[in-house]
């Protein structure tokens, strides 16, 4: 079982839509989670850090549900520019340092 | 452009020859990572430096594989023996706190 599951997609949406993507943890353990953004051939890019309280930013919402073991990221009125593959993101314990992503859930906006 | 730097960005070498990948990481950042990444996954952790001090290792890293951070700036990642598995985007990130800041990569390509 991989520590941190992911829908590959794609999720194919129109300009406008709201759609969500949906991300489990195995380590009940974990401590800070997040959403990267990642472009076609380009780095990882932090679009959010998750906490327990949910959090916004514009026109992106994550929440996170730790008795579920459950993060999502929802986006409303999406653009063409938000095409991209979202990783989720968790750092396991405080004593390690090193990020496990999933493997990523492709969106596509399209006009 | 202040953030993190690598070098080369495109490594296309033959089998069995060594190669060996630069990282410059944010300068005020004391912390150092190295993923690796293939198509269709997310990155995966290697190896982790504070400082000059390597403190964390996956056990993807095989005895082929070895990095440094002599000095507590720049980072080297070396291959020895490259294997047509080690073809992918190696990944270096810096942080100072919890968020890790990724450079652009090297994609490596053993034929």
């Known amino acids: 079982r991989k520590e941190v599951e992911q829908d590959p997609g794609p999720f194919n949406v129109p300009e406008g839509a709201t759609v969500a993507f949906n991300c489990t943890y195995s380590?009940?353990?974990?401590?800070?989670f997040f959403w990267y953004r990642q472009d076609c051939r380009k780095e990882p890019k932090l679009l959010m850090s998750v906490y327990s309280s949910g959090n916004e930013d514009g026109r992106f919402t994550a929440q996170l549900n730790r008795a579920s073991q459950y993060i999502s990221l929802l986006i409303r009125d999406s653009k063409l520019s938000d095409s991209a593959t979202y990783l989720c993101?968790?750092?396991?314990?405080?004593?390690?340092?090193?990020?496990?992503f999933g493997s990523g859930t492709r969106l596509q906006v399209q006009p | 452009d202040t953030g993190v730097s690598q070098d080369p960005r495109h490594k296309i070498t033959k089998r069995g020859q060594n190669v060996t990948f630069r990282c410059d990481p944010i300068s005020e950042h004391n912390r150092l990572y190295w993923y690796r990444q293939t198509l269709g996954q997310g990155p995966e952790f290697l190896t982790y430096f504070q400082n000059e001090a390597q403190l964390e290792k996956s056990r993807l890293l095989s005895d082929r594989f070895s990095a440094e951070r002599p000095k507590g700036s720049f980072s080297t990642l070396e291959i020895q023996r490259t294997e047509q598995g080690d073809s992918a985007m190696y990944l270096c990130?810096?942080?100072?706190?919890?968020?890790?800041?990724f450079g652009p990569g090297t994609r490596l390509l053993v034929l």
């Open positions: 380590n009940s353990a974990s401590q800070s």
């Open positions: 990130a810096s942080s100072s706190q919890e968020t890790q800041y």
């Open positions: 993101v968790v750092n396991e314990d405080t004593g390690r340092r090193a990020l496990t």
